[in-house]
T-cell receptor
């Protein structure tokens, strides 16, 4: 069974640009969530999608958005990039996304903003 | 905001020794999960312990949960160099959906 797949793995963007990251969850998983990891703030929850609907949202500005498609694949978008957006962005999937389900993470997308 | 706080922040041991990491959290939880992260890689799920469980084992891992003290510990027995990684606890609050709140992690270094 394939794991959570994230693309691209590495990317460099310029301040002011926008970026889209993609995530394919484990087959059969309907919940996809996104996390940002930085040295200063650690791992922080961005948002979660379940059956194409955003179910939970973390404390991030509106420049961070996401969506989920009918096949459960998800994308997240960051507009008007800032230097502080440089981070490892991790996608995670779980079967139902309800409490007690094991949550599996992808390898992440390394974003560098210059 | 960080829910869990791991202790210690860094731990260096020799192969064959046991490693114990602690995690404290602030609010009521449904469950607590431990993850491992090798440098620059994704998170690997190690073990999940539910709020009504007190202890759980998986191979060389032993996790305890004390909800009265809002704390958990992860014990890795007979450590190996391959255990060198950062370890995070993550809690799932009493809410619908999945929103893990992570601690800052413990960096474990196992030397041979």
């Amino acid at each position: 069974k394939a794991g959570v797949t994230q693309t691209p793995r590495y990317l460099i963007k310029t301040r002011g640009q926008q970026v889209t990251l993609s995530c394919s969850p484990i087959s059969g998983h309907r919940s996809v969530s996104w996390y940002q990891q930085t040295p200063g703030q650690g791992l922080q929850f961005l948002f979660e999608y379940f059956s194409e609907t955003q179910r939970n949202k973390g404390n991030f500005p509106g420049r961070f958005s996401g969506r989920q498609f009918s096949n459960s694949r998800s994308e997240m978008n960051v507009s008007t990039l800032e230097l502080g957006d440089s981070a490892l962005y991790l996608c995670a999937s779980s079967w139902q996304g309800s409490a007690g389900n094991t949550i599996y993470f992808g390898e992440g997308s390394w974003l560098t903003v210059v | 905001s960080q829910q869990g706080e791991e202790d210690p922040q860094a731990l260096s041991i020799q192969e064959g020794e046991n490693a114990t990491m602690n995690c404290s959290y602030k609010t009521s939880i449904n469950n607590l999960q431990w993850y491992r992260q090798n440098s620059g890689r994704g998170l690997v799920h190690l073990i999940l312990i539910r709020s009504n469980e007190r202890e759980k084992h998986s191979g060389r891992l032993r996790v305890t949960l004390d909800t009265s003290k809002k704390s958990s510990s992860l014990l890795i027995t007979a450590s190996r160099a391959a255990d060198t990684a950062s370890y995070f606890c993550a809690t799932e609050a009493n809410q619908a959906g999945t929103a893990l709140i992570f601690g800052k992690g413990t960096t474990l270094s196992v030397s041979s």
